[in-house]
């Protein structure tokens, strides 16, 4: 059994959810005088790969250090919905399903494309990766519940669309994009699609039934499009913890292994040394 990692690397630069606290580092002993290296550091839990937990938006929900590993590690399927999403625009169960096969309690990793601007990518884009990526209305909220899935991963910034959260207010701008591209392609203004209703459903309507998500999976993911794999989340054993910066990996046979590696060394890297986002041509050949 070999692991593929779908974590995206955390530094001082890797952005936090818009207004979360940032990741700040600080040595507070060196090697000189003290004979070691200690760092402190601060940060949200809402920044880089993390879990969101039940209690970030249900009160009476299990904590972070409550979720057992039968949860956490799982089968699953890597979907890749690069080629049918843009900015602003919506996903649909539809679009799932005509790609892979999801099973009751599987684990859903979403490749939506949008890592592709991440902060360690060569094209990042904060404002597309945080602002404009694509997103979920009720009706995929709904199947997920009757797929009993045990939990969600995105490529970007949030499980829910953007502009069905508080950035609605905080980007005026491009709310007024928003609204124009539904207008466009959905007939319904912003304000119609995501009503009060369905504030932040992927959040609000979801963790109660206890069907989590991830946020900001990167890695190696592409290389992954559209497999069934085991898949594993491991957050802090973070007791009262709303929500934990993880490690999100899939594990996969050492043959397997060997031909994702050989794909793996046809394609770009980052300077982390994961594969670039954007659908290399030779993750398909």
């Known amino acids: 059994m070999k692991i593929v990692d779908l974590t995206i690397p955390l530094g001082i630069g890797t952005p936090p959810w818009p207004t979360y606290e940032p990741l700040q580092v600080k040595y507070f002993k060196r090697l000189a005088p003290n004979g070691a290296n200690g760092q402190i550091v601060t940060h949200s839990n809402h920044i880089g790969t993390h879990l969101d937990g039940e209690i970030h938006f249900y009160t009476p929900g299990k904590d972070i250090a409550s979720l057992d590993f039968d949860f956490l590690v799982h089968e699953g399927v890597v979907v890749d919905l690069s080629d049918c999403v843009e900015d602003y625009s919506i996903y649909t169960s539809k679009m799932v399903e005509e790609r892979v096969e999801v099973k009751e309690g599987d684990i859903l990793i979403i490749n939506t494309g949008y890592h592709k601007f991440g902060w360690d990518q060569p094209t990042a884009d904060e404002v597309r990766y945080m602002i404009k990526h694509p997103g979920p209305d009720r009706e995929f909220a709904e199947w997920a519940k009757k797929k009993k899935l045990r939990w969600i991963g995105v490529d970007c910034g949030s499980a829910d669309h953007p502009f069905n959260t508080k950035i609605r207010d905080w980007m005026p701008k491009e709310a007024k994009q928003c609204d124009a591209y539904f207008q466009k392609n959905y007939g319904k203004g912003l304000e119609e699609v995501f009503s009060d209703d369905k504030y932040q459903l992927m ?83």
């Open 203 to 285: 959040h609000l309507e979801m963790f109660n039934h206890h069907i989590l998500h991830a946020e900001c999976l990167g890695g190696d993911m592409d290389l992954l499009n559209n497999q069934r794999v085991t898949i594993g989340c491991f957050p802090w054993r973070f007791v009262d913890g709303e929500s934990s910066i993880s490690r999100i990996v899939a594990m996969v046979d050492d043959d397997k292994y060997d031909e994702l590696m050989k794909k793996k060394a046809r394609c770009g890297l980052t300077k982390f040394g994961d594969v670039t986002g954007g659908g290399n041509e030779f993750l398909h050949s």
